[in-house]
């Protein structure tokens, strides 16, 4: 049995916006999937959806992954999956990637070839793309690589040298409500069809936000990076992904004296997340927790995906 995890991801800034060609900053972050392979009979298992069905919609990525994996390798076996995953489900953490990606990683392992990080990002991104609509990529790229992440235009940047200031904390919160990434992801790029002469002023600021975020990161300009986060959270209010459970999750972080905050992801639910001072980290966790929201901090993951004990 070969076993392979990969990180989950937050996206700071440039969600929707990245898939016109503007930029994105994503991090991954230490929640994470498991993925198992061994000789079997091809079943799918997952531990939090029992049997995943040949017939299921669930299966497509699963069904991809093994196929584009062996067309990269000319080998084929039959295996079983097992996955074991505690990235919240359409949420905006990047599940379904996650789950590609270390499955790509285990079945590569598996096989004993030789493979680079760049052939699991390909290959997941294959797989990545029977499940979502246009994926910009991003997600897989993040769970492969780990660490903070420039995108755009499918070019991507590990910002290797760059760490979010240490007395900063994320606090995710999710609203638990599902959505499809790809229905979202269609709709916006409707709206910016019908609205272009706006919105290309909206995409046009979004694209400034994430290169003056780096700028604030480098410089630790906390104030100004969750300034920019609130500025984030309107712009994709105006695209038409954030919801009144969102904007409730939003008011009541900054009630508690988050930095700034925004809906992270697809949006329309999912996860919304914030800034905040790590020296209030825990007592505004225990806060939203106590509220009856399910809320957990997260830390960055610099490694990205990589082998597992079974
Ligand atoms: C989803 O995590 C991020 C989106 O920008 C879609 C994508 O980049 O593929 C909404």
Redesign the pocket.
């Known amino acids: 049995m070969k076993c392979s995890i990969a990180p989950a991801?937050v996206?700071l800034f440039?969600?929707?916006?990245?898939?016109k060609g503007k930029p994105?900053l994503?991090l991954a972050v230490n929640v994470y999937a498991k993925v198992c392979v061994k000789e079997g009979s091809g079943r799918v298992y997952s531990r939090q959806l029992g049997e995943v069905s040949v017939r299921s919609p669930q299966r497509a990525i699963f069904d991809t992954a093994l196929e584009e994996v062996s067309r990269f390798t000319g080998k084929r076996g039959s295996l079983d999956v097992y996955v074991d995953s505690d990235i919240p489900v359409a949420a905006?953490?990047?599940s379904s990637?996650s789950i590609a990606v270390a499955l790509v990683h285990a079945l590569l392992v598996y096989y004993g070839v030789e493979f680079s990080k760049e052939d699991v990002r390909r290959l997941a991104h294959e797989a990545?793309k029977a499940v979502?609509y246009?994926?910009?990529?991003?997600?897989t790229t993040l769970s492969t690589y780990g660490g903070l992440l420039y995108?755009k235009q499918g070019e991507f940047r590990l910002l290797s040298d760059l760490k979010l200031p240490s007395d900063l904390s994320i606090v995710v919160v999710d609203t638990g409500v599902k959505r499809n990434?790809g229905i979202?992801?269609k709709e916006?790029l409707e709206r910016y069809e019908r609205c272009e002469r706006v919105l290309k002023h909206v995409y046009e600021a979004a694209g400034e936000i994430v290169e003056l975020a780096i700028e604030a990161i480098k410089n630790s300009d906390k104030k100004l990076l969750g300034e920019l986060m609130l500025i984030n959270h309107g712009l994709l209010w105006s695209i038409s992904?954030s919801s009144r459970v969102c904007d409730e999750v939003v008011y009541t972080l900054l009630e508690l004296g988050a930095l700034g905050c925004k809906i992270?992801?697809?949006?329309r639910g999912?996860v919304v997340i914030g800034l905040v001072e790590r020296n209030t980290a825990e007592s505004t966790l225990s806060r939203l927790v106590n509220m009856g929201l399910r809320a957990f901090l997260v830390e960055p993951d610099y490694a990205g995906v990589r082998t597992a004990g079974s």
């Open positions: 991801k996206i440039g969600e929707h916006f990245v898939v994105a994503g905006g953490m990047g990637a990545e979502h246009k994926p910009s990529g991003v997600d995108y990434t979202v992801v916006v992904t992270s992801g697809a949006g999912g």
